[in-house]
């Protein structure tokens, strides 16, 4: 089995390597073996490779395989599985180590993927749609039954195109800040009716005031964070709040500078980790919208380009580019040759 491995943590260009082993693993009770065809490079794999998160557990001299998501078939099912079969293309998250040939995962967390979504869309379909769900209930409760204005920091992000297109449908007040001038033009061409305000520009903070009415933002989502935090929660309408997802900035902003308690601000993280916490139930229907999403806006789940496994260092090139659009995926060819 091939796999993409590191032993330990750093810059994901030079700690990855690909490995070849004789062997595969083997589903046990109430588990699945999914041959995989197709994962996606997010940005939360590389900073898991980095370790640069707080929190992430030390690694010890154990080779890791990084990834969460990926698409493939079913190659055998352990005891007491009745679905999916063996056979069944299926899309798996949290699947710890899909950056490899094949994975093992328990049989709920592998989901039939119907025929009319394609491999790409499929690898794609489950982190980034269930983040959006994860945002939305976020910002739901921020906004307290007012329709915003909400801003969103790394717009032109994938998850950021999956927010400002659920903002557009549900009439959602939505302010989208991108860092580049050719990444406001993109944006404002997918969503013309947001505005869509650059960060380089010197006079950025004002745009948005102007932008919010003059009366702040009710709740900002911001996967940038580092030095940008103090500016964005200068950007919040008194009793606002900060809803943090990812890390993509530099620098930092010390909890103290915050005027959180003086304004009565409120400061709160979401991780599609906390995901598997909730029921059965509300899982179900949470994966029934992603399945639906991929079925019915392909186009959201953009790809930014494909690799074969063993190109990993130039995926992660490609996937840390600025002005990138889409996700890039890790392929490995299927029996019958290429996917679909
Ligand atoms: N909390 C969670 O559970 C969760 C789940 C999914 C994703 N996320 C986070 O969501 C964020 C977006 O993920 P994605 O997959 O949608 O990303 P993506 O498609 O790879 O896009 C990355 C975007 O971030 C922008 N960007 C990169 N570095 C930046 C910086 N220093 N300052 C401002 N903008 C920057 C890029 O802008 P340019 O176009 O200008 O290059 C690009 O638009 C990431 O932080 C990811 O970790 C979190």
Redo the contacts with the bound molecule.
Sequence with gaps: MRSVVHTRRGDPAEVLDVREEAGRPHPGAGEVLVRLLVRPV???DL?AVEGGLPGLPDQESKPLIPGVEGMGVVESTGAGVRAPRPGERVAVFPAPGTWAEYVVVPAERAVPVPDEVGDDTAALML??PL?LL?LHRAVEQALDGHDGPVVQ??A?????RLVAARADRQGLRLVNL???AA?TRALRELFPAQPVIS?SDADWREQVRRATGGEGARAVLD??GGSLTRDLAALLADGGTLIG??????GGTALDDLPFVNRGLTIRG????HWTDRTTGQRAEDVAFAVDLARTSPELLEVAARYDLADVRAAVEH?RR???S??VLLTSPSEAGGTR
């Design positions: 997010h940005p939360g900073v982190v980034n983040t994860m920091t790394a032109g992000s994938s998850v950021g991108v860092r580049s990444g960060t996967c940038v997802y990812g890390r993509l900035g530099s979401v991780t599609i980790w996937a600025p002005g990138k889409g996700t």
